[in-house]
């Protein structure tokens, strides 16, 4: 099976399970769910590589969007400020909460929506939220309203460039590896500075 076969017949999956776990599982940092793949599920369906209608990528990537940030705010309610106080890991930084926590002061619930577009706050926002204590409703209506603004200005914005340059689907092979492998590099950097990190101690 070629690799346009496996993107076909896997990627849709893999890039649902992908935005589900950026918020949703605390690793937003590392996982690359973020606009690029997002942006190339939408060239993708464009092109016919994912053989799925562009309405049905946009609801299905919009409500794994809203249920990993779902999952996000109740690891929030849960833990509380027991994150303000875990140690720096590869995956996980303490400095990005605390950022993530200095622009929900500044702008309150209109930084889930415009903070959603910031890949540093995106993975933080639905946590900071639980952890506030944030009602639930009003954390529902925002991160709904988020992730429809989000999941569209991407898909389409990947779909509609697909249609105005169709030669892309030449490239299409190539297209979701190279951009899984950049949004990876940050893994990798991290993971060998924690490296360098624990021998220096």
């Not at 793949?37 to 049905?56: D, E, I, K, Q």
């Not at 409500?63 to 309610?77: E, H, K, L, M, P």
């Not at 929506?113 to 639905?126: N, V």
Request: proline letters at 4%.
């Amino acid at each position: 099976m070629d690799t346009t076969s496996i993107i076909e017949w896997g990627g849709f999956l893999i890039i649902t399970l992908l935005v589900f776990a950026e918020t949703g599982l605390l690793v937003g940092l590392v996982v690359p769910g973020g606009e690029t793949l997002v942006f190339t599920a939408g060239l993708l369906v464009s092109t016919g590589t994912l053989s799925v209608a562009v309405p049905v990528l946009l609801i299905v990537l919009i409500v794994a969007g809203i249920a990993g940030d779902t999952s996000g705010y109740f690891i929030g309610r849960k833990f509380g400020s027991k994150l303000f106080e875990k140690e720096d890991t590869w995956y996980f930084k303490k400095k990005y909460l605390h950022m993530a926590a200095d622009y929900f002061e500044k702008h309150r619930k209109a930084a889930l929506i415009f903070g959603k577009y910031l890949p540093i706050i995106r993975p933080f926002g639905p946590v900071f939220s639980g952890t506030t204590n944030m009602q639930l409703p009003t954390f529902m209506s925002l991160t709904v309203i988020a992730g429809v603004l989000y999941m569209s200005t991407y898909v389409l914005a990947g779909y509609f460039l697909g249609n105005q340059f169709p030669v892309i689907k030449d490239y299409l092979g190539w297209i979701l590896p190279i951009s899984i492998v950049l949004a990876l590099i940050p893994v990798f950097n991290q993971i060998r500075k924690s490296k360098k990190n624990s021998a220096a101690h």
